[in-house]
């Protein structure tokens, strides 16, 4: 790949504004959104209430959390298989900690915190000295992670699963900031889907407006070039493994406190779901493209789905097939805009 | 030459009388001594399920095994896999490693068939557990432990006519899964209300939440949840808490934040099978069938539920649920 003279780039020539917003990448899955969207109102009759979106935008969040960090991650150029397990690994520490040594569970929030920043910083060191692509290496931390969620779960407290830690000092300051629910206009809606719009917003603002945000794109882009005009690839990398783990850490605090305890074995094939959320809102499997509204709106599309569903009392034994379809339908629609709009450029 | 004869005829007796290699008041005492479980060989016995990492129930089931095999001085061995196919490899490798004795389940029978019968043929002892209480005789099994899910639903049927309830939801949280399809059927067979099944993400909790909360909100008249698994429960009660519907839970097996629960009232019943029998009473068969040749149920399986834990008895499962055996 050469590096076009600036002079007489054609790629920052001024385009029309329309052409721009069909340039976006998440421009495809904004569409499929709101075909779905459109569809359950049609199908669905319970789907249009105020109640049942906050329940939408709520497994939405579940999703789009870890998809914020996992698209920007992707545009890096890089795959993280193991951010399923390690949001449940994050969760485990925390409750762990705190109940077996009997500590106020801000402590054992924070150790999980440094815990799995440090996971996520072995992620990316693992990936750039090794030079595997971050597929295997993750891979291997996956179920490196999965035995480990597992093995002392069972050496620390005998059981499969956390005991509850609902009446431990500091819970409910904890779960007021990860997982309570307020009302707005009479309206339940979980603290994690202000959350998720606040990261979403970090996320664009570093994508868009700084010049980390440039860093990730030119690294997912094109590694080699990135190094050649001076930008610090090996620390971007690892920054955005660091990410995905900040996000696993924050989520898995999420499910901490709004469920008490933890199960060892959950989030094993999350890690996908996540991946699925970025592409459909227009991320690249080869890195350098896409945004992180895109993935908001992937896991908004996921939420619409998986939830719509059930509003539309559809037979839940072809909930899979519906999932895949609709996704597929997604990213489809998604390649065909985008396609015209390069086309047109 | 006959003090000769008589010597050697003495010398004879004598060698006769130091040991004999067969009966006698000796082997039986040791055949005693066996059956008391303090002496014998060390059995080396192994457990194949077909439970995925980490699954609560079956970590219940293993520690029944475990302090069976601390008794009855026996290896435990243990391996699991989803997946029939690989779960036949792994019955396989414990044939080749000639096990004294095997338990298996059936959850996929039509995969684990030829392994088992490998394992008939080779002379090592078969007793299925928990699934399979249709083929486990047919496939030569000794014995089978386990709760017939069907029957166990009905009980949960009857319960939730006990609780009152007109309408109610099934959650299913692993699709394609013939026991739990049973239990739901079982349910609806003597539930006098109307009920239908909702398919929930068993190993995402936020979903299963979410998909509750919004079955409850796409239907209001639901005044009932019949959950299979107890984590699954727990959810639902905040689910229903979360959407402001009155619908009662209950569910299917437990742990220790569930009798809680039970306590105080926020989950109705729970249908409990009995996953520690199940485990000990496996191991414990082949023991007594190495030492005894005993086989229990009569070529019938073995049920080890439903028991039911409601308000009346909770407080007494409490603390073995506290341990994670109950």
């Known amino acids: 790949m050469t590096i076009a003279p600036p002079a007489a780039d054609e790629r920052v020539a001024a385009r029309s504004s329309f052409r721009k917003l069909l340039g976006r990448p998440e421009i495809g899955a904004l569409i499929g959104a709101i075909v779905l969207f459109v569809f359950f109102s049609l199908v669905a009759d319970a789907f249009l209430r105020a109640s049942s979106f906050s329940t939408v935008l709520y497994s939405s969040a579940s999703m789009g959390i870890m998809a914020v960090s996992v698209s920007l991650l992707m545009i890096g150029g890089e795959f993280d298989l193991s951010a399923g397990v390690m949001v449940t690994s994050s969760a485990l520490i925390a409750s762990m900690f705190s109940y077996e040594l009997t500590l106020n569970v801000w402590v054992g929030v924070v150790v999980s915190l440094v815990v799995t920043l440090a996971l996520g910083f072995l992620n990316g060191l693992l990936y750039v000295r090794t030079g595997l692509p971050s597929f295997i290496v993750t891979l291997g931390t996956f179920f490196m992670l999965a035995g480990l969620n597992l093995g002392f779960t069972k050496l620390i407290t005998h059981n499969v699963a956390t005991p509850s830690i609902e009446d431990m000092d500091g819970f409910s300051q904890a779960r007021a900031v990860f997982a309570r629910d307020f009302t707005i206009g009479g309206v339940q809606v979980n603290i994690s889907v202000l959350w998720w719009i606040v990261f979403v917003a970090i996320a664009t603002w570093l994508l868009l407006r700084t010049r980390s945000g440039n860093w990730i794109f030119a690294v997912g882009g094109s590694a080699a070039s990135a190094r050649a005009v001076g930008v610090p690839v090996t620390r971007t990398k690892i920054a955005l493994f660091m990410g995905v783990s900040f996000t696993a850490w924050f989520y898995g605090m999420h499910i901490l406190f709004n469920f008490k305890s933890v199960q060892s074995g959950e989030g094993v094939g999350n890690e996908f779901f996540y991946i699925i959320c970025a592409v459909v809102g227009g991320c690249l499997l080869t890195g350098g493209y896409g945004s992180a509204i895109g993935a908001a709106i992937g896991a908004f599309i996921w939420g619409m789905t998986s939830n719509g569903i059930v509003y539309a009392e559809w037979n839940p034994d072809w909930f899979k097939f519906f999932l895949g379809a609709m996704l597929l339908a997604a990213t489809v629609v998604n390649l065909v805009v985008r396609r015209r709009a390069e086309a047109g450029k | ?326």
């Open chain 2, 1 to 326: 030459m006959k003090r000769k004869v008589i010597a050697a005829a003495l010398a004879g007796l004598l060698a006769l009388s130091a040991c004999s290699s067969s009966g006698g008041k000796k082997a039986d005492e040791q055949a005693t001594k066996a059956l008391n479980g303090s002496g014998g060989p060390r059995l080396k016995i192994a457990m194949v399920t077909h439970s995925a990492q980490g699954d609560a129930f079956w970590d219940i089931v293993q520690k029944g095994a475990q302090s069976a095999s601390a008794k009855d001085n026996v290896q435990f061995l243990y391996a699991a896999d989803p997946d029939g196919g690989k779960q036949a490899q792994l019955v396989q490798s414990y044939i080749d490693q000639h096990v004294d004795g095997l338990i298996v389940t059936l959850a996929k029978p039509d995969a684990l068939k030829d392994v088992v019968a490998k394992a008939v043929a080779a002379k090592i002892p078969v007793v299925t557990i928990n699934s399979g209480a249709e083929e486990s005789a047919k496939f030569g099994a000794l014995a089978h432990f386990g709760q017939d899910e069907n029957i166990a639903g009905q009980a949960a049927g009857e319960q939730l006519n006990k609780a009152g309830i007109k309408k109610a939801v099934c959650l299913i949280h692993e699709q394609g899964n013939v026991g739990l399809e049973a239990r739901c059927a079982g349910a609806k067979k003597t539930f006098s209300g109307q009920m239908q099944n909702l398919f929930v993400q068993g190993a995402n909790m936020p979903q299963v939440k979410s998909a509750v909360t919004a079955k409850l909100q796409a239907d209001k008249g639901i005044d009932g949840i019949l959950a299979l698994n107890a984590q699954i429960a727990l959810t639902a009660v905040d689910a229903a808490k979360g959407s402001g519907s009155k619908a009662k839970v209950a569910t299917f097996d437990m742990n220790k934040d569930l009798v809680t629960a039970i306590k105080d009232g926020r989950i109705q019943f729970a249908v409990d099978q009995q996953p520690y029998l199940q485990g000990y009473e496996a191991v414990d068969e082949l023991w007594l069938y190495k030492r005894n040749g005993d086989i229990l149920g009569g070529g019938q399986p073995v049920l080890t539920g439903p028991a039911i834990v409601d308000k009346s008895n909770a407080d007494a499962v409490a603390p073995y649920a506290d341990r994670g055996t109950r």
